[in-house]
């Protein structure tokens, strides 16, 4: 499971997207009663609308501007994305909640620069909190890169409390998001402010960055809550692991630490051999599942989710919704080859 979003350019000749996975009964943006959702990461970036329907009949999602390769992305993008609007999400985490698997939503957005665009994307964070109903729990993620971080630390961090606050009063949870090697200090400094005030706050760690260990072995001590998994980012071999097998050494490193002393881990990862190695890791240390919970990708291996449910584990699927949903689904696939084999197999009922 990724860790954040990289912020790279999409292929040339396929447009950036907006708008083109609207539900039909979201209002425009623009118009009167759309409210803040879909424009919040907007930051004035004029991005192109929706075209036809893509699936008639009142589904989730809109096909992009005329072009054949788009049009197929944007099909298979119903496997990453549960909509353009809050709504889309939470019946996508009614669904999985019939199969006994939690969700974790996210409105798609980062790195915004106005202090406006930020307001908007922190409001929308709070409304979402309270859209989603107590039995689904209201586990949300969020990207302080879409807080404003980029403006100043007290500007993102008053936004983030505010998140916290009504989370707080809600009964719900706050996942950051970890997001690029520049930012990875900064994240962890504005996550333990917070955490000196909030206790319903948790954090990524990427385990391909060489700092990561020492960054585990601090935030076991700290009793903070983490999501670790592999990372998303292309860096230099300078500050992170480039081979695969070194990756995984470090994640079931980490992965070990926290099953035997973290703080409700979550184990993030679609890698079977990872998912095998953090099972007998908790099988030998009698560490029962109600200590830990799987998350994955939604869109990503579901029968797998359902497999481990009905094998008594717990499983939490990260639900991304939002009008920009064309980069984030084209990161999903550039980042490993396995995703476009996994959408492909579950489209065909693999």
């Given at each position: ?261 973290g703080n409700d881990p979550a184990i993030a990862t679609h890698d079977e051999e990872l998912v095998q190695g953090t099972l007998a890791c908790a ?68």
């Amino acid at each position: 499971m990724r860790g954040a979003e990289e912020p790279q350019a999409v292929p040339s000749g396929l447009p950036p997207s907006r708008n083109l996975l609207r539900a039909r009964d979201q209002p425009h943006p623009r118009r009167p009663g759309g409210g803040g959702e879909a424009a919040a990461h907007d930051g004035g970036r004029g991005l192109p609308r929706a075209g036809r329907d893509l699936h008639g009949g009142g589904r989730e999602l809109r096909s992009p501007p005329p072009g054949e390769a788009l049009k197929a992305l944007a099909f298979l993008a119903q496997r990453f994305v549960a909509g353009e609007d809050s709504r889309a999400a939470v019946r996508a985490g009614e669904r999985l909640h019939r199969k006994g698997i939690k969700a974790t939503f996210d409105e798609l957005g980062e790195d915004v620069l106005d202090r406006e665009a930020a307001r908007r994307a922190a409001q929308s964070s709070k409304e979402l909190l309270r859209l989603i109903p107590p039995h689904l729990e209201r586990n949300i993620s969020i990207k302080l890169s879409s807080m404003g971080q980029a403006i100043s630390r007290e500007f993102c961090l008053e936004l983030a409390s505010g998140i916290l606050e009504v989370a707080r009063e809600v009964g719900g949870f706050v996942r950051l998001d970890m997001e690029g090697s520049s930012l990875t200090q900064d994240t962890i400094e504005i996550f333990r402010e917070l955490r000196k005030r909030y206790d319903n706050v948790g954090i990524v760690l990427q385990a391909y960055l060489h700092r990561t260990g020492d960054d585990v072995k601090e935030a076991v001590g700290r009793r903070d809550r983490v999501r670790l998994c592999k990372g998303a980012y292309k860096e230099p071999a300078s500050i992170a692991w480039t081979d695969m097998e070194d990756i995984r050494k470090s994640f079931m490193a980490c992965a070990r630490l926290l099953l035997e002393k973290g703080n409700d881990p979550a184990i993030a990862t679609h890698d079977e051999e990872l998912v095998q190695g953090t099972l007998a890791c908790a099988r030998d240390g009698k560490i029962p599942a109600s200590r830990y919970e799987f998350q994955m990708l939604y869109g990503l291996r579901p029968k797998r989710w359902e497999q481990l449910v009905a094998a008594g584990q717990n499983v939490r699927i990260y639900v991304p919704f939002g009008s920009h949903w064309f980069p984030y689904f084209y990161r999903r696939l550039r980042e490993r080859k396995e995703n476009v084999f996994f959408v492909v197999k579950s489209l065909i009922g693999g």
